[in-house]
């Protein structure tokens, strides 16, 4: 993944070489807007964009983006990419959309979707995100047909410290020999109550395909634990089955929202643009990693945004706050302002970035920076190379990683023999921590994206 959403890549390319064209022009005529509308008509559509909804979309573009308000202005392209920018905000949804808690927990959320589709592990990040928030949850695992699905959750479950009710849980007087899930289900919300938890999350079963057995199930479940929230894990590399198979769970089950999974991909991920505007239910969280923590809250106007290439500031300040915090954010300022920032330090931003998530993904999200990132050699902002970073600079000695400038020939080569690497690696590792300094210097001195892009080039 070389940016921003991994299915998205190619379409970002795509649309940036678009608006760029228009953005470098002073005068734009009804053709030169007809000319990017097409050339947008058929990224969209490469991208797996329903067709009816890209139809809809540049109408809607058109009506607005051609007449003399816009093309007489003094920046008439960046008018044109405001008006797109609003346009696919309003497409994908238009406004946030939070979980709805129930008024006497715990607030039940249940969670449906086809085998494969990332339901078991969205259900394990949900309630990772809602205890980041304060909210405690309590995991039921109900998926009593895929072999190794409730060994699946529990492992996760004990790799986030989160709670987990299952089968084996059940008494011998609150069910059959063979519990059926909406057993489970029903015991798995009556002991989140005895818990004092506000939130259940329901890992339901899923087949490969839509069928009767399963929607019978899933509608028994429901019955039984009356959810306050009924999401739809929909695998974003589906394509436009994606969409169908949103509109037949709807119909049988009565959805509240969507969940996309794999955003991260290297599909087309079209569909996750047709899907709200198609089904009128609302995305409530993206998928974008494998991590337990790389399930984000859906923000249609920040998504829009960083499909356009324009970045998410906002995104990657709250990705920042949970890694930092306040007291590391000030310290770190310190240091770089005294020109004491060391590679100890060095590695600690490192580690911290990858906690935030891909690299590429990171510096996709500054604003005006696809563009820079897209120039850069693959081997640049490959997260693979962090690997042989940590271990150059864990080969150095406290008093060389506190004072570079003395690692001289010797010390070195010392350093590339303890680390597995070459003196060449460890060259190029001290011009990059150079670097850095020089980057962390044009983030505090007020110069912002203009120092950054400086600074690669």
């Given at each position: 993944m070389r940016y921003n959403?991994?299915?998205?890549?190619?379409?970002?390319d795509k649309l940036t070489l678009v608006f760029s064209k228009l953005s470098n022009r002073g005068r734009l005529s009804n053709a030169d807007i007809e000319e990017a509308l097409r050339e947008v008509r058929l990224a969209l559509l490469e991208a797996d964009v329903n067709f009816l909804v890209v139809k809809e979309l540049l109408n809607r573009i058109r009506e607005r983006a051609i007449g003399s308000q816009i093309l007489e202005s003094l920046s008439p392209g960046q008018q044109v990419i405001k008006v797109v920018h609003e346009e696919l905000t309003t497409l994908v949804g238009g406004n946030h959309h939070g979980l709805e808690a129930s008024n006497s927990p715990p607030s039940v959320l249940l969670l449906v979707g086809l085998q494969g589709s990332g339901k078991?592990?969205?259900?394990?990040?949900?309630?990772l995100a809602l205890k980041n928030q304060g909210e405690k949850a309590l995991l039921v695992a109900t998926d009593l047909r895929r072999p190794a699905a409730v060994e699946q959750l529990t492992v996760l479950s004990q790799e986030i410290e989160i709670p987990i009710y299952s089968q084996k849980d059940l008494s011998p007087q609150n069910t059959t020999n063979s519990p059926s899930a909406m057993e489970v289900a029903r015991a798995g919300v009556a002991h989140a109550s005895k818990l004092k938890?506000?939130?259940a999350i329901i890992d339901t079963g899923g087949r490969l395909q839509i069928d009767d057995d399963l929607?019978?199930?899933l509608e028994d479940i429901k019955r039984s634990i009356s959810p306050s929230e009924s999401l739809l894990v929909v695998d974003s590399m589906t394509g436009q089955d994606a969409v169908n198979i949103a509109q037949e769970f709807h119909n049988r089950i009565g959805l509240t929202g969507l969940i996309l999974s794999k955003l991260d991909g290297d599909s087309r991920g079209g569909a996750a643009l047709s899907?709200?505007?198609?089904?009128?239910?609302?995305?409530?969280?993206?998928?974008?990693?494998?991590?337990?923590?790389?399930?984000?809250?859906?923000?249609?106007?920040?998504?829009?945004?960083?499909?356009?290439g324009m970045g998410d500031v906002l995104t990657l300040i709250e990705r920042a706050e949970k890694q930092i915090g306040e007291e590391g954010s000030k310290d770190l300022e310190r240091k770089i302002r005294h020109n004491t920032f060391g590679l100890d330090d060095f590695l600690n931003q490192i580690q911290q970035l990858k906690r935030m998530g891909p690299l590429t993904q990171i510096l996709g999200m500054v604003p005006g920076f696809s563009s820079v990132l897209r120039k850069l050699p693959e081997e640049t902002t490959d997260d693979n190379r962090i690997k042989k970073v940590e271990a150059i600079i864990q080969s150095m000695t406290a008093k060389e990683r506190r004072n570079p400038e003395i690692l001289k020939g010797s010390r070195r080569r010392r350093v590339a023999l303890g680390s597995g690497t070459t003196p060449q690696d460890v060259n190029q590792l001290l011009k990059q921590f150079e670097q850095m300094r020089k980057l962390l210097k044009t983030m505090t001195s007020g110069r912002g994206i203009k120092g950054l892009k400086g600074l690669f080039q």
């Open positions: 959403y991994g299915v998205f890549d190619s379409l970002t078991t592990t969205t259900a394990a990040k949900l309630a938890l506000p939130w929607m019978s199930e899907i709200t505007h198609v089904t009128g239910l609302p995305v409530k969280y993206i998928g974008v990693g494998e991590n337990p923590s790389a399930l984000e809250p859906f923000h249609p106007e920040r998504f829009a945004s960083r499909v356009l």
